[in-house]
């Protein structure tokens, strides 16, 4: 019987500051768009690639693998934003059964309306409590994390 592994007193510690920083960053983050955009945390991070992509627009399942998220959030979401004008879902001209999600002029000027307020926000309670060298620990840090989560991933 394998021996159970518990967290040192530092490790717990580290541990809890994480999750509870990632849960009030979140909740700040998602309170300061919402009230100064209209626009949900969720709403914003589909907005972001499909603003990023040459053609504003991507397969459902690219954007469910960029996103991390299942095929369901993202079909209750987009018919959602769709109905709100800020995206487009049409049927994949290769795939019968794919679906594309593309970007509208009110979804593009949502984004960029939203965009620089965000990003104060991010800096305000994240990126400038941090030195350069803070954030490339940190980076290397999120990435190796993720590999190990997600050997797969880009």
Not at 40 to 62: G, H, Q, Y
Not at 87 to 97: I, Y
Request: proline fraction near 3%; charged fraction near 30%.
């Amino acid at each position: 019987m394998a021996q159970e592994r518990w967290l040192n007193e530092n490790q717990q510690r580290f541990w809890r500051l994480y999750v509870d920083v990632q849960h009030h960053l979140e909740g700040v983050l998602h309170r300061e768009l919402l009230t100064g955009s209209g626009l949900s945390s969720a709403e914003f991070a589909v907005l972001v690639p499909l603003s990023e992509t040459p053609a504003e627009k991507l397969r459902a399942r690219d954007l469910c693998r960029e996103l991390g998220w299942d095929r369901t959030r993202l079909s209750h979401l987009v018919a959602r934003m769709q109905q709100r004008g800020l995206v487009r879902r049409s049927g994949c001209a290769d795939d019968a059964r794919g679906s594309v999600v593309e970007l509208t002029h009110e979804g593009r000027r949502a984004i960029t309306d939203a965009a620089p307020a965000h990003t104060d926000a991010v800096r305000r309670y994240l990126i400038d409590l941090l030195d350069d060298d803070e954030i490339a620990s940190m980076t290397d840090v999120f990435q190796r994390v993720l590999e190990g989560l997600d050997p797969q991933r880009d």
